[in-house]
């Protein structure tokens, strides 16, 4: 049977890639900070050696339209290419093209409908920076085949907190169920409290730091009640209007589990929103 | 209101190098253009299958016009797609970041929350 080598929960800040590889003038006086963070917290995924990363994010209207807009949305093709002119654009982000396991994504979409998910599916699915940017921060040799999961977080109305939670779950079990000799890391991305497009925006900070304080205390921790007993459609609103993307922070708390505590935390408070790293090891932390 | 065309215009321009110049050029020619021509063109089908009802409000097709983010914002544009192909079309005659903070300072001027609502 497959094994969830590790779980790993993350914000996917689109300028990283820039900030990192920026010398001279160009580089920004924070960038080495947010690299030696970024390498410790790449370190956690190589450690757990890996087969086959699940990937968690949101298409940010790059592919997925107000048309025909899926909630859950599994890809399954051989390929994914990945990044679009507008993230070239405004963040410089490479064109990249990255494997898929067709055969890990037609078990989780045939075992997620059996579960009670009605997941979309894509077999031609360009990928954007929800997936990308764990990419570059964690596996930036881009060597692994992924399974694609995309979220809506994004064009209301949206599934609401506990159903991510739930969703979490439910891929934690259909990984696990996947009757394949494999080490399975699920890697999900999502925000802190973040403003896009509004009054908020491009602040010193996130648009809410005690926010953004008790959603690291509940991921840290694992404090799911805490947080599903807080966290609401509505709620979300008050930290930043981009703050939806929590919930992607929340479908990882379901895969680590009620009550589990991440074995590597860390954060760096940067200006806009802040960033945060989590890592489970579910089956034990490796030598 | 036709928040999800507004949303159409912006996600259609912003994919589009050569819209966003021409938008940033000719922001009136550009929106007669579009709505005349693409509002109607459903973006997965053959362009025969047009559908046949979309327009915009006459507030909507002003605030287009004059490139106005703060009535977009009023109107329940998606602020992710305004901010976006607002950034491709003038963060270049700006200093670092000076253009996404002035942005969202003239928002501050007009907006506390609750915020407009952007469901379609």
């Known amino acids: 049977m497959a094994t969830v080598a590790a779980v790993i929960a993350s914000t996917h800040h689109p300028f990283y890639y820039r900030a990192s590889t920026a010398t001279g003038a160009d580089r920004p006086p924070f960038a080495d900070e947010w690299v030696a963070k970024i390498e410790a917290f790449r370190e956690t995924l190589t450690k757990a050696r890996p087969d086959i990363l699940v990937m968690v994010g949101s298409d940010h209207f790059h592919q997925l339209w107000l048309d025909n807009m899926p909630q859950f949305l599994v890809g399954k093709a051989p390929y994914f290419d990945a990044n679009w002119y507008n993230e070239e654009r405004e963040f410089g982000l490479p064109r990249m093209r990255l494997t898929g396991d067709e055969q890990l994504a037609g ?46 977080i994004f064009a209301p109305p949206l599934p609401r907190p506990g159903r991510f939670v739930e969703l979490g779950r439910t891929i934690r079990q259909l990984v696990e169920s996947w009757p394949i000799d494999k080490r399975v890391a699920i890697i999900g991305t999502g925000h802190l409290s973040l403003e896009l497009g509004g009054p908020r925006q491009f602040g010193a900070h996130g648009p809410d730091p005690e926010f953004d304080r008790k959603a690291v205390d509940w991921i840290a921790s694992g404090d799911l009640d805490g947080c599903l007993a807080e966290v609401t459609l509505d709620s979300l609103h008050l930290p930043g209007n981009a703050t939806h993307g929590f919930m992607d922070f929340m479908l990882m708390m379901g895969v680590a589990g009620a009550g589990a505590k991440a074995d590597h935390v860390d954060s760096l408070d940067l200006f806009h929103t802040m960033e945060a790293y989590f890592t489970w090891y579910p089956n034990g932390v490796p030598a | 209101m036709s928040k999800y065309l507004l949303n159409k215009f912006l996600y259609t321009i912003d994919r589009d190098p050569e819209l966003v110049e021409r938008y940033r050029e000719d922001p009136a020619g550009t929106v007669a253009w579009w709505e005349q021509e693409m509002a109607n063109e459903i973006l997965n089908c053959a362009v025969a299958e047009k559908s046949t009802w979309l327009a915009f409000t006459d507030d909507e097709r002003k605030a287009l016009r004059e490139q106005d983010h703060v009535a977009l914002f009023g109107l329940g544009a998606h602020p992710f797609l305004t901010l976006t192909l607002f950034i491709a079309m003038f963060e270049r005659d700006h200093d670092p970041l000076e253009y996404q903070k002035a942005y969202g300072r003239v928002l501050q001027q007009h907006y506390t929350l609750p915020y407009p609502d952007i469901a379609t």
Do not use: K, M, Q, W
């Open chain 1, 107 to 152: 078990h989780i979409l045939r075992n997620g409908l059996d579960a009670g998910f009605d997941l979309a599916f894509s077999n031609e699915l360009r990928i954007d920076h929800s997936i990308t940017c764990p990419i570059i921060t964690l596996r930036p040799d881009a060597d692994l085949p992924i399974v694609p999961i995309y979220t809506n």
